[in-house]
């Protein structure tokens, strides 16, 4: 079955960096778009980044830009996120998600992972 | 980018009644919505995808319409498991945005 597993996530303090993991099994990794989603405490969900089945093509949130690099490595059916200068307001749970249809992108997401933890506090 | 405006926030109804749950973009996304329940605790999981699909495994009492700026799901008789907080979300273009969510509570 589909797994998802983020894992990198902790206390940070604000300008610091971390990288986040999701470790995907269950399906053929290579051939699926994959995205990164937050929510902060009590809030709705927002979307971060997106990154195309190889690589090729990579979009992220306005707020995120030039600080966040989503990236994958198809033969370790992993995904990551690096995210660096860390501010308060990037405090949220991160959550890996699958495109649902195989070599598209910009498709919805059918499988979620549990999500990992950020918190960005001095 | 494009807001997607969820009404209404809270709608308070009972198991066995009818729940009709707005989701109106800001501009046209063409049948490209989709719709998401969050239990607390957990990740969503997709309902509805390019306005009107459910996704695999979801209930036939979950149905979704509309096209271009407004969107409707429609859970046909709460059950139980039903109360949730539900988003809709655009893929038409990037980025892709959530609404604000409509939290369908136990009256």
């Known amino acids: 079955q589909v797994q998802l597993v983020e894992s990198g996530g902790g206390v940070v303090q604000p300008g610091g960096s971390l990288r986040l993991s999701c470790a995907a099994s269950g399906f053929t990794f290579s051939s699926y778009g994959m995205h990164w989603v937050r929510q902060a405490p009590g809030k709705g969900l927002e979307w971060v980044a997106f990154?195309?089945?190889?690589?090729?093509?990579?979009y992220y949130q306005d707020s995120v830009k030039g600080r966040f690099t989503i990236s994958r490595d198809n033969s370790k059916n992993t995904l990551y996120l690096q995210m660096n200068s860390l501010r308060a307001e990037d405090t949220a749970i991160y959550y890996c998600?699958?495109?649902?249809?195989?070599?598209?992108?910009?498709?919805?997401?059918?499988?979620w992972g549990q999500g990992t933890l950020v918190t960005v506090s001095s | 980018e494009i807001v997607l405006t969820q009404s209404p926030a809270t709608l308070s109804l009972s198991p066995g009644e009818r729940a009709t749950l707005s989701c109106r973009a800001s501009q046209s996304v063409s049948s490209y919505l989709g719709w998401y329940q969050q239990k607390p605790g957990q990740a969503p999981r997709l309902l509805i995808y390019?306005?009107?699909n459910r996704a695999t495994g979801i209930p036939a009492r979950f149905s979704g319409s509309g096209s271009g700026t407004d969107f409707t799901l429609t859970i046909s008789s709460l059950e139980p498991e039903d109360f949730a907080v539900y988003y809709c979300q655009h893929r038409i273009t990037w980025p892709q945005t959530f609404g604000q969510g409509t939290k369908v509570e136990i009256k």
């Open positions: 390019d306005a009107s």
């Open positions: 990154i195309r089945y190889d690589g090729s093509n990579k």
């Open positions: 998600a699958k495109d649902r249809i195989a070599l598209r992108w910009g498709e919805f997401f059918d499988y």
